[in-house]
């Protein structure tokens, strides 16, 4: 199994709503990744873990918040979002940055 | 910091002509370079990489090579197909942070038959 699932596809939630991203891996790897693309943009890193650690936080604010709960599973919490956030949220993971495994990412709207 | 140029698109090609897309880079130590492409509505995927100077990756018909000297990483094929209509991002993974993928902004590859 190659593949990194995240869930939901797509969704669209108000300012004040709480809402989680989901991702699932089960190929091992050490290393999960939380990017965010704009349209017509490059992913930008957000979130790193190693080993189910916190290895990576470019600044992101705080009403993004990741959690790993285990060495398949890696969430994104949101709260209080802008409508500047609404993007494409990609998950990956691997081994190390040799090669990532990408998902087919989570559409975000905020209204 | 660490940073990728990659040239601005579109690029649109008829079907079986020859691409380049011109990536250069910036960083200190030894990078790793790669090339990824994202089709429509998907995440990226992993096209070829190079981890030190003068490899040249391959896959799929597309070739680059990792050249310290002009701190490039320029993408090529021989004759494109429509299939291959995508974006194409040029990435570096820093010497000093082997978890960081650092990308380039994105090149779109357009292919008519």
Redesign the interface.
């Given at each position: 199994d190659t593949e990194v699932t995240q869930t939901p596809k797509h969704l669209v939630m108000g300012m004040t709503n709480k809402k989680s991203l989901k991702c699932e891996q089960h190929m091992g790897h050490r290393a999960m990744y939380w990017y965010k693309q704009k349209a017509k943009k490059p992913p930008e890193l957000m979130f790193v873990y190693s080993y189910e650690k916190l290895s990576i936080n470019e600044s992101v604010p705080s009403r993004f918040s990741p959690e790993c709960p285990n060495s398949s599973l890696l969430n994104l919490h949101l709260h209080a979002l802008q409508p500047e956030d609404s993007a494409l949220y990609l998950c990956a993971s691997s081994q190390g940055a040799e090669k990532l495994f990408f998902g087919s990412g989570t559409q975000l709207s905020v209204l | 910091g660490d940073s990728v140029t990659q040239m601005e698109g579109p690029v649109t090609l008829s079907e079986e002509a020859f691409l380049t897309i011109n990536c250069t880079y910036t960083a200190t130590g030894y990078p790793?370079l790669f090339w990824y492409v994202q089709y429509p509505?998907?995440?990226?995927?992993?096209l070829l990489?190079a981890?030190k100077a003068d490899d040249k990756g391959s896959n799929k018909g597309f070739e680059a090579t990792y050249r310290k000297e002009t701190t490039s990483f320029h993408l090529e094929k021989g004759s494109v197909q429509v299939s291959d209509s995508a974006v194409y991002?040029c990435a570096l993974?820093p010497s000093s942070?082997?978890?960081?993928?650092?990308?380039?902004?994105?090149t779109r590859l357009q292919v008519f038959p």
């Open positions: - | 790793s509505g998907e995440g990226l995927q992993l990489k981890t991002f993974s942070n082997t978890d960081k993928l650092i990308f380039g902004t994105g």
